[in-house]
């Protein structure tokens, strides 16, 4: 069993940054795609990155390329998510998750998605403008 811990969220001005932390314990060795999602009250979750970790490969929403950046420190098990030049309309519950991936396709189209199979309890982000 995976277990997915999140960090870091909190409340900023717009242009501001963030950066989130998800530590992951258990078979992470297993779990070469990891990603982070977000959710905004009454909307669908969306995908925001993901990272496949064999080849290092990174995926980004179009709303979120340029600003943001998903990193993996291997050696301690934890992925992260830099947030620069934050909007508004990035006030979210941001959500850790992982997911075995055949390759680095396949981690982007479980991005897409949502289909993940390890998941974070989240951490909220709020931007204010």
């Known amino acids: 069993q995976v277990q997915l811990v999140e960090s870091g969220g909190g409340s900023v001005q717009a242009g501001g940054s963030l950066r989130l932390s998800c530590a992951a314990s258990g078979y992470t060795y297993n779990n070469n795609c990891m990603g982070w999602f977000r959710q905004a009250p009454g909307k669908e979750r969306e995908g925001v990155a993901a990272i496949y970790n064999g080849i290092g490969s990174t995926y980004y929403v179009d709303s979120v390329k340029g600003r943001f950046t998903i990193s993996q420190d291997n050696a301690k098990n934890t992925l992260y998510l830099q947030m620069n030049s934050l909007k508004p309309e990035d006030t979210a519950m941001y959500y850790c998750?992982?997911?075995?991936?055949?390759?680095?396709?396949?981690?982007?189209?479980?991005?897409?998605?949502?289909?993940?199979?390890?998941w974070g309890q989240g951490t909220q982000v709020t931007v204010s403008s």
């Open positions: 998750a992982a997911y075995r991936a055949g390759n680095g396709a396949y981690c982007y189209i479980a991005l897409l998605g949502g289909k993940f199979s390890y």
